[in-house]
């Protein structure tokens, strides 16, 4: 049943991050064919934005060392943007070289994190970034930033406000066009999020150029996204399935799953354009490939069958 929320946005952008944030956390490498096939299957269940993979250092993240052989086999999908993670110079021009034109660099608001996942402090990994941004600006490309570790962190505990402020606001001057704050372990609650929103709105920082992007740990994903929307927030990362976490963050585990932030969209009556029951059967079929079921409830609930 649909009982629409005039107060929240009309229309979400699904930023979908199965096939990078998901894949990357997986014990087994995944077949390169069955991405660029997860890939299609999330495009013809009218998901517009597929984060396709990563272009790290393949010894760090083993499991997307294929996106020099994934990436030409998605670019002609048509209708979707497919960005890319690079951390660097070096994953920038192995992007531009295949034609990506959407490119994600990734900062931390914590120091252990920044030397964790980059093997740089944090403004060191501040000034890694600094170049890449403005080269693929300069190439034409669309740059989202991520900041992780914006709620909290396994190491460093609650994360000051003001740190996390002064990295998205650094991000934001470097030239990115979109921020994405990452709930990294899912520690968050909804208060925090209106906190952090609200003091990013006073540093300048529009809420049209704020994505959101929550794992799930803690069961909160759901609850954090509606104070987003709320506060405004009209683009929200999500995963196929609730595929995902992060291999250099202990204790984290999968993002919101993209089915049960449809589930709720739709219940409020929020456009998305994505096919609910196609999602569900991609999810079906994608946990068929990793031989184990969907962490989310509504695949588990709209999948009669075994997985
Ligand atoms: P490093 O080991 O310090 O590398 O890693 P380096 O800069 O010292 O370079 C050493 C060698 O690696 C050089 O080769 C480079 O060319 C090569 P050599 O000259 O010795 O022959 N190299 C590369 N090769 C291919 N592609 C590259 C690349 N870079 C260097 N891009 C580095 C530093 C940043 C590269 C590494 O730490 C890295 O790749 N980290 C990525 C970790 C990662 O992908 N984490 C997961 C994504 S973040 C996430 O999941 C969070 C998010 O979802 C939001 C949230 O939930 O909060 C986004
Ligand atoms: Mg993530």
């Not at 979908?16 to 269940?45: C, I, M, S, W, Y």
């Not at 009218?46 to 996106?67: M, N």
């Not at 809420?207 to 740990?217: E, I, M, N, P, S």
């Amino acid at each position: 049943m649909v009982v629409p929320a005039p107060e929240l946005p009309a229309r979400v952008r699904i930023h979908e991050v199965g096939a990078r944030d998901g894949l990357q956390n997986e014990k087994a490498v995944v077949p390169t064919e069955v991405k660029a096939e997860f890939v299609r299957r999330l495009a013809d269940a009218g998901l517009t934005t597929i984060e396709a993979t990563s272009f790290v250092r393949p010894e760090w993240v083993p499991q997307l060392a294929d996106a020099e052989r994934l990436f030409p086999l998605v670019r002609e999908v048509s209708g979707v943007e497919l960005p890319v993670l690079v951390p660097n110079q070096r994953g920038l021009e192995r992007a531009l070289a295949l034609g990506a034109d959407r490119i994600a660099v990734f900062a931390s608001a914590t120091e252990t994190f920044a030397k964790a996942n980059l093997n740089r402090t944090l403004d060191e990994s501040l000034a890694l970034f600094e170049p890449v941004v403005r080269r693929a600006k300069d190439a034409g490309a669309w740059v989202r930033g991520y900041v992780s570790m914006c709620f909290g962190d396994p190491w460093e505990g609650a994360v000051p406000l003001p740190q996390v402020v002064r990295v998205c606001t650094a991000l934001r001057d470097m030239g990115c066009d979109e921020l994405s704050l990452g709930d990294t372990i899912g520690v968050a609650t909804p208060g925090q999020v209106r906190q952090l929103l609200t003091a990013l709105n006073a540093d300048g920082v529009t809420t049209a150029t704020l994505a959101v992007h929550f794992h799930d740990t803690y069961g909160q994903a759901l609850a954090n996204t509606y104070a987003a929307l709320e506060h405004g927030v009209s683009t929200v990362d999500a995963s196929a399935g609730g595929l995902g976490g992060c291999p250099y963050a202990k204790s984290a585990t999968g993002n919101l799953a993209t089915e049960d932030l449809l589930w709720m969209l739709r219940g409020l009556g929020i456009e998305t354009g994505v096919d609910l029951s196609r999602l569900v059967a991609t999810s079906a079929w994608m946990a068929g490939r990793l031989g184990r079921p969907s962490p989310s409830r509504t695949v588990r609930a709209l999948s009669p069958k075994e997985q």
